[in-house]
Nanobody, 125 residues
Framework: QVQLVESGGGLVQPGGSLRLSCVAS????????IGWFRQVPGKEHVWISY????????NYAESVKGRFTISRDNSRNTVYLQMNNLKSEDTAVYYC??????????????????WGQGTQVTVSA
């Protein structure tokens, strides 16, 4: 299984930006679809973005569309999530998840096979 490590989280003021990274090891990320999810205490993982192995397909949850951008650099085995115009409701632990090939349900946490440990994003004045 591919191993994933997220980074780039932190404390930011409303309206600010962060870029999260998801670095893979153990396998070439080129063959994997990647999803980003977030979770707040006591709640389920919520899907926010998806990118196909070739980057041909990207999707976003309505709550982040127009503010977040997913991208990947397969030469660096890394997927990014650029988050702009952050809001307090974006506060959560953010996770990346990987699935070899194309997942049947890319918005579903359980449809992936590898998950990172998460990185905390806090949006507060």
């Amino acid at each position: 299984q591919v191993q994933l490590v997220e980074s780039g989280g932190g404390l930011v003021q409303p309206g600010g930006s962060l870029r999260l990274s998801c670095v893979a090891s153990g396998h070439l990320l080129y063959y994997y679809a990647i999803g980003w999810f977030r979770q707040v205490p006591g709640k389920e993982h919520v899907w926010i973005s998806y990118i196909s192995p070739s980057s041909q397909t990207t999707n976003y949850a309505e709550s982040v569309k127009g503010r977040f951008t997913i991208s990947r650099d397969n030469s660096r085995n890394t997927v990014y999530l650029q988050m702009n115009n952050l809001k307090s409701e974006d506060t959560a632990v953010y996770y990346c998840a990987a699935r070899y090939g194309i997942p049947d349900n890319p918005t579903t946490w359980g449809d992936y096979h590898s998950w990172g440990q998460g990185t905390q994003v806090t949006v507060s004045a």
